[in-house]
């Protein structure tokens, strides 16, 4: 049950776009297409943004998508705001009834 | 509206016990399968625990099995999470979510969390 790689960071001026990846074996990611995405605020609870994969929950701006190939999802923003500053978190089932977590993407807003 | 809310947190000695709950509102809770997640402070976020709908399927993560239990009561609408035998490495704050009913694996409800700290 090891965490899924993300980068620590990235970052995009207002109006830009910006990619996060997340990658993880053949065990979680590359098996299923089951991945979510969270986005948290300093502070806050995380946030469901992106769920199986590509599906975004009502009220989420469709600035916001995601993707996957094989072992390796990504979430995508496109026309960054400065809300968008926070902590992004992928996740993924792993078989069975287990998850797992992304290390996490901080995201500034330059 | 979808309301979590952790309860049951606090400062524990290592080796030591501690049960927090999860009171759930505005939706019937017995449909849905229920995530404890935790996040160490500075750190990113960490699964423990699913249980399914019935209780009757369970998960944990291999830092925890054994150690934790997750069980639920279903006509009191909460979660709960016994913890026993903690370490230092288990300080965080535990969410509660709610996990979608598709089959998706998603949390699409979170708690504020409760903050769990093991020190002597």
């Known amino acids: 049950q090891s965490a899924l790689t993300q980068p620590p960071s990235a970052s995009a001026s207002p109006g830009q776009s910006v990619t996060i990846s997340c990658t993880g074996t053949?065990?979680?990611?590359?098996?299923?297409?089951?991945v979510s995405w969270y986005q948290q605020h300093p502070g806050k609870a995380p946030k469901l943004i992106i769920y199986?994969?590509?599906k975004r929950p009502s009220g989420v701006p469709d600035r916001f998508s995601g993707s996957k190939s094989g072992n390796t999802a990504s979430l995508t923003v496109i026309g960054v705001q400065a809300d968008d500053e926070a902590d992004y978190y992928c996740s993924s089932h792993a078989g069975n009834i287990n998850l797992v977590f992304g290390s996490g993407t901080k995201l500034t807003v330059l | 509206e979808v309301q979590l809310v952790e309860y049951g947190g606090g400062l524990v000695k290592p080796g030591g016990s501690l049960r927090i709950s999860c009171e759930v509102s505005?939706?019937?809770?017995?449909?849905?399968?229920m995530d404890w997640v935790r996040q160490a402070p500075g750190k990113g976020l960490e699964w423990v625990a699913t249980i399914s709908s019935t209780g009757h399927y369970i998960g944990y993560a291999d830092s925890v099995k054994g150690r934790f239990t997750i069980f639920r009561d279903n006509a009191r609408r909460s979660l709960y999470l016994e913890m026993n035998s903690l370490r230092g490495e288990d300080t965080a704050a535990y969410f509660c979510a709610k996990v979608r009913w598709d089959g998706t694996y998603a949390a699409d409800h979170w708690g504020q969390g409760t903050l769990v700290s093991v020190s002597s």
């Open positions: 505005g939706l019937t809770f017995s449909d849905y399968a």
């Open positions: 199986a994969v590509n």
């Open positions: 053949s065990s979680d990611v590359g098996s299923y297409d089951y």
